[in-house]
């Protein structure tokens, strides 16, 4: 691909102001994604939310992180970057130490994640990061990375919601199975993109961004044992990581107004 192609398949993150590679609509990832998501919560169990505290906690926190979303953007004059969003919050019967968004706010936790994020203000960091991976339009990147790497053109027919390779490589990012992030880890850019905003999103959520620590801390430690928990495989914890959040503390405390 010569040079000129590629940069014109690049465009520039309006809130990170990162160039980041483009080949696929947004919309058409949005479109996948409404029927991945189906497709997923109809082949799982999902615990419903009108008889289960936890179920209602992974609603009631996402909503609040949806809302901090939706303000900050809006604060920001780029309300349009958030085009085609419609939220929705599952929970699932796992083990699985996860949790995941896909673009256009169709977000699943397992249970097996509520264990290590032991109470609201940890579920809101996770969900905090991995809301930010699709409002940052970080699968957008890695599909784009991986269409690439794979040789496939961006001709016309690859805009279209259905192509099969297209479906391949969204699958391999976000089929919830053992291979997830295995293929297509996010890069430590993306990584870092998502503790940053993440951190801000869940504070001004009215959750206690300094939960960061101890929870990956947490989640650290299972890591240690035998089987890395399905969230570590592409979210190494390191002393690094851990020195980069506390980094980020006071900017992110200035956002930070306890639930009342
Ligand atoms: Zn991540």
Redesign the pocket.
Known sequence: MSTSIFLAACTTNKITGRSQLSLVPESTLQQEAVTQYQTFLSQNKVVSSSANKDAEMVKRVGTRIANAITKYYSEQGMSDQLAGYKWEFNLVQSPEVNAWCMPGGKVVVYTGLLPITQNEAGLAIVLG??IS?AVLQHGRERMSQALLAQGIGIGGDLFTSGNTQVNNIFNAIYAPTAQVGVLLP?SRK??SE?DHYGLIFAAMAGYNPQEAIPLWERMAKLNSGNQTPELLS??PVDSKRIAALKKEMPEALKYYKPVS
């Open positions: 990061h991995e991976h996010n993306q990584e998502a592409d979210h």
